[in-house]
Nanobody
């Protein structure tokens, strides 16, 4: 089994910044893409940003220029730097990893961390 644990959420004012981190641990042979998704109340979960093991990134259009995803392959971690936050960024943010766990290749999810943008 593989565990993903997020940290760094919280309450921030509009225009502020937050940095989310996620650490993967457990039976890991290889981690392919890692990413962040979010789900606001009453809405479907949506992709925020994804990064491959080689460092290629992909962002949702509304996050481009404001969010930056990065990862440390030696530590099995992925981070999301969020700047210029808006009230509409309020959501639960989930870490995701495409993992070969020695038995199969599958997606793993963290439990999520709440981000609230409000004055």
């Amino acid at each position: 089994q593989v565990q993903l644990v997020e940290s760094g959420g919280g309450l921030v004012q509009p225009g502020g910044s937050l940095r989310l981190s996620c650490a993967a641990s457990g039976s890991i042979l290889n981690i392919y893409a890692m990413g962040w998704y979010r789900q606001a109340p009453g809405k479907q979960r949506e992709m925020v940003a994804i990064i491959t093991s080689g460092g290629v990134t992909n962002y949702a259009d509304s996050m481009k220029g404001r969010f930056t995803i990065s990862r440390d392959n030696t530590k099995n971690t992925v981070s999301l730097q969020m700047n210029s936050l808006k009230p509409e960024d309020t959501a639960v943010y989930y870490c995701n990893a495409d993992v070969n766990d020695w038995t199969t290749r599958r997606d793993y999810w963290g439990r999520g961390t709440q981000v609230t943008v409000s004055s």
